[in-house]
């Protein structure tokens, strides 16, 4: 039996118990404390335990099943607790950790949100994510009132920023008597000019299966008076057109998911165009191209990349996409590729420098898209001293029948990553961390006590975080040109 107790004391293996007690007693005494549960340890938490630990009576747990981020997390926080936690199976650990804090802050991909929001609701525990509401989310409101919770959603970048910098501009030409009659916006995450060396002209700064993803989304949007829909077959790459925003990047910008959803979200009723999307430098959907023609970026299930089927590399495996013989040498395999792509080098190229024609053993990770994902990560990570960069443009055309005026109004937003600071320094990690703690110190502090699912859409909401953006540095630029009523 273990002696725990020896005269009154406790035995030196039984000491931590007498901490633990500390901690409760000084939890319970301290009243103004607040607790708060950050799901995930990727890119975008460490600028957001940064900004919420400023905050002396905010408590930080930080969970994942990812130990190197735990670890790492740790290291740089080591007054929080850090705990593994994989959200899907360890469903009593879930239960009691929600139950245990005030706020919740999911910052797990997306396809977890519903189970983490199921136990919110259950638990009577407010939440906080950066990510989309997704017509599954949607179908919980009704339960997520009736809990009388908080879930405060699309808090980050694009959806986050984005909200926050078209309402306030919206809201301010309407209060003026201006009416919108058009509004694009777009956002990218790309890699700062001097590391964009890559085919894709790209690099990860988030989730690589979730960003590789989007890929095959579908988009739907109002372009001069017409509604529009893409399919989501991989079909919205050709829609890319060159956005000459800033003269001296060299961009492309394909439309983003349903933008019409934004009409009666934004009050744009009166518009004859509506789109929002997606950034990134030209050449990148051309490249992209390729793995979609060889079904690399399909979801579905294949047998050959299940764990225990037999080995197979890249190069026997896209030999096998494209029915070629696997003893072909180097030069009559850059042949028979070109021949398969219309000669088109840059396809080649896409193919080669990113280990798809290598020796390399394909990850079995059950679909296309997550093995492909596991290979581009491998070759589209930030380096030592890299750095990323984040372009936000939204261009609003604005009527003043009163002035018989038109107004071309820019709103931009550029960030720069800082190159010394690891990932926790990139631009997409500070943009979506930090509006994110923000948030989250709104809800915990009672400044926001809208129930239900809310959204950064109204004035109490997007006025005060703006302007602590901008005391961290993240500050949009306007711009407007006039011209008479036609």
Known sequence: KAVITSNGELTPNFKYIEDLRAKRTASISTSSERKVLVLGAGYVVPPLIEYLTRDSNL??????????????????????QARNLNVLEDTKLLNRLVSEHDLVISLIPWKFHPTVIAECIKQKRNLLTASYCTPVLK????????????????????????????????????????????????????????????????????????????????????????????????????MASAMDIFPGFNLEGYPNRDSTRY?????????????????????????????????????????????????????????????????????????????????????????????????????????????????????????????????MAHELIIDWPAKKQRELRKVSLVAYGQADQGKAGLAMSRTVGIPAAIAAK?????????????????????????ERLKQEGIQAQESSTFTRLP
């Open 139 to 238: 179908d919980l409101e009704s339960s997520i009132q009736q809990a009388g919770i908080t879930a405060f959603m699309e808090m980050g970048l694009d959806p986050g920023i984005d909200h926050l910098l078209t309402k306030e501009c919206i809201d301010e030409v309407t209060e003026k008597g201006g009416r919108v009659v058009s509004y694009r916006s777009f956002t990218g995450g790309l890699p700062a000019p001097e590391n964009s060396n890559n085919p894709l002209r790209y690099k990860f700064s988030w989730s690589p299966e979730a960003a590789m993803s989007t890929v095959m989304n579908g988009a739907k949007y109002l372009e001069n008076g017409e509604i529009k829909e893409i399919p989501a077959d991989g079909s919205l790459m050709k």
């Open 442 to 466: 709104m809800i915990v502090n009672g400044e926001v006590t809208d129930k239900g699912i809310v959204l950064p859409l109204k004035p109490h909401i997007y006025k005060p975080i703006l």
């Open 263 to 391: 009409i009666d979200l934004y009050g744009l009723q009166g518009c004859h165009t509506v789109i929002r999307g997606t950034l990134r430098y030209g050449g990148y959907t051309n490249a992209v191209s390729v793995l979609l023609q060889l079904g690399l970026l399909h979801s579905k299930a294949e047998q050959i990349l299940q764990p225990g089927s037999p080995k197979i590399t890249w190069r026997e495996l896209i030999c096998q996409k494209l029915s070629l013989d696997e003893k072909l040498n180097v030069e009559q395999m850059e042949r028979a590729i070109l021949n398969k792509f219309d000669n088109d080098k840059t396809k080649y190229e896409c193919l080669h420098d990113l280990g798809f024609l290598s020796d390399d053993p394909v990850a079995q990770a059950g679909t296309p898209l997550a093995s492909t994902s596991i290979q581009l990560s491998k070759v589209l990570t930030y380096g030592p001293n890299e750095r990323d960069l984040i372009i």
């Open 59 to 80: 408590r930080l747990t930080v969970v994942s099943n990812v130990q190197d981020e735990l670890a790492s997390i740790s290291q740089n926080f080591p007054k929080i």
